[in-house]
């Protein structure tokens, strides 16, 4: 059994990354455009702030009913994707081809660049819910049990 | 062509992989995993594959890393040696067979940026040409991606959904299913 560490420079610095972290996350997804990254890693990287206090702290309490139903918010991710890629298709046009998105006074590639946001927002939803409810999941099989 | 670093890094990756599985201190196994991962994430970077070295750093390193703690910290973390010498050897024999499969299909791969090569030749070139003009995006992976092949993303996503889901089911307890 793996105790969490009571040492002050631990503590410090998770909670001195933990914003850090996520303000990285931020920076990858919306400059996924133009240099290495996307709504995987910045999704990743939303799950790894949340999942690294445990590291820190230790499990304490118990779940939340949203904790516990955090797997919804990953649902919700991948049907922001499916609906930004729904619009172009009940206009008439291809499945996910944001030329075709509705917004006046652009050019298709101005829109093919926000529909490519769009859908990067939802993965990272997706992928950082699904990882997060993972590691609840994982902590709740460990409630009751002497922790 | 591989430079001398690729070569250096290649042996780590094996090194640190053998390491994980012969160490017998589970969380010494996780670390040693993770150093892999991290090997593996410069030898992707040392390819040219940026995006792929990037999501292997945060993915491999990172939150599986993170997932095997949190799983330390609901079990013993000595690993518990049991002799099953007819299942290792089974293990080993398919993973010999394997092992040769992959590196028999590899013979026939083209070398890492050959313009003459199959894959050269088909849509990347249009990807590579006009995937700034097309989607206003400089990072052609990401055009690639989230554009060109947004379905397979989609499906991707959904996959890690899935996951997800079934990590729920199995793991959640049972006694507020009702609820």
């Known amino acids: ?147 | 062509m591989m430079l001398f670093d690729d070569y250096l890094l290649l042996t780590l990756v094996i090194v640190t992989a053998l390491g994980a599985v012969f160490v017998r201190d589970l969380f010494s196994g996780v670390l040693t995993l993770a150093a892999y991962s991290f090997f593996l994430a410069l030898l992707w970077a040392g390819l040219g594959a940026v995006d792929v070295a990037f999501t292997e750093a945060v993915v491999g390193a990172g939150l599986s890393t993170l997932f095997f703690l949190v799983a330390l910290f609901l079990t013993s973390h000595q690993e518990e040696v049991r002799k099953q010498f007819k299942v290792q050897m089974m293990a080993l024999g398919s993973l010999g067979i394997l092992g040769f499969l992959l590196l028999f299909g590899s013979v026939d791969l083209p070398v890492v940026g050959d313009p003459e090569s199959l894959p050269s030749k088909h849509v990347s070139s249009h990807y590579l040409k006009k995937s700034l003009e097309e989607t206003d995006t400089p990072n052609v992976v990401t055009a690639v991606l989230a554009d060109y092949r947004g379905f397979d993303t989609l499906g991707e996503t959904t996959v890690i959904f899935t996951a997800g889901i079934a990590c729920w089911m199995l793991l959640r307890r049972r006694d507020d299913s009702a609820t």
């Open chain 1, 1 to 147: 059994m793996i105790r969490p560490h009571d040492s002050v420079i631990v503590h410090t610095l998770a909670r001195v990354f933990i914003p850090i972290i996520q303000l990285f996350a931020l920076y990858v997804l919306i400059h996924g455009h133009d240099s290495p990254g996307g709504g995987f890693q910045a999704g990743t990287l939303f799950a790894a702030s949340f999942i690294l206090p445990v590291i820190a702290f230790g499990i304490q309490g118990s779940l939340t009913v949203l904790e516990r139903r955090a797997i919804i918010l990953g649902g919700i991710g991948i049907l922001l994707f499916a609906g930004i890629g729904l619009i172009p298709l009940l206009l008439g046009e291809e499945f996910l081809n944001y030329g075709e998105l509705p917004i006046p006074g652009m050019e298709a590639s101005a829109r093919r660049h926000l529909g490519i946001l769009g859908i990067e927002i939802g993965v990272t939803i997706a992928v950082a819910a699904t990882a997060v409810s993972i590691y609840y999941s994982l902590r709740e099989r460990g409630e009751g049990e002497g922790n």
